[in-house]
């Protein structure tokens, strides 16, 4: 496996993902200028140019959203980075990503809020504060579970690992040209859906590349986990593995509904996640 671990060093070296990182803020920080011209320009001469759907002309704050797409794709691109250092590792930049994700949702939210009306807890209201509870308590869960994570004594394995991490990189080098491909085809649907009321995807812009990332990171993981197990006899891991499997399950099908109901899976995912870690941390101390 020589040749793999080669090819990973050349396509994630320091310098390219130092690269990636300088050219994803110019794209985010040139996104957000042009958005805020378009926005400038539909309202200013009545021409429209985002889709009614999308809420992203109603506010200047909605462009924010476009900046936070670039800054997902990087974290997307981290996680693929990520993967062949540890399960641990990419399911906490799986949390991380969900918490940007309702992040982004909150600011092409805000301009829905409605103070002016008698009626405060109208549906647009609630909504946002569910996003912005859900937030909160994503966030203090990704604490807990690294937090965690760095609290669990750590067994040196009885096999060689060498040969399981270089087939988790030549997993994280197929991943990232399907990363990329998954980018431009979803990004043919995202402009659809911001400037034409025919997509499909235009009532809900966040299931857009995620829902496909998600069910792919679902395959790859069970993947790592079928040739764990010629490397691990340990049942706390075998459950850790399948119970992370399981937490990226849930967060797959938060995409496929909206309202409360997303961000009951979302949370239940994440809390599930933190659940297994903590239950294979007193395994691991006992054992």
Known sequence: MKWVNSIHEKFFSESNVRFFEKNIMFLAIGGFIIHLLLILFETQLGIEIFSSKTNLSSNPISALYTPFTFILVYEAFLLVYYLPRSFTTSVAKEYEIISLVLIRKIFKDIPNL??????LLNPNNIQLLYDLGAVIIIFYMIYLFKK???NIPKKKSK???????????????LLLPTLLLLCIYNFAHWFDSVFYTTSIYAGNLDSVFFKDFFTILILVDVLILLLSLQYTERYSQL???TGFIISTILLRLSFGVDGLLSIILLLLGVVFGLIILRIYKLAEKAY
Not at 114 to 119: C, G, H, K, S, T
Not at 159 to 173: C, G, H, R, V
């Open 239 to 241: 459950i850790r593995n």
């Open 148 to 150: 965690t994570w760095h």
């Open 159 to 173: 096999n060689n690992l060498e040969k399981f991490i270089s087939y988790k990189k030549l997993l994280s080098i």
């Open 114 to 119: 409605d103070l002016d009306n008698n009626d």
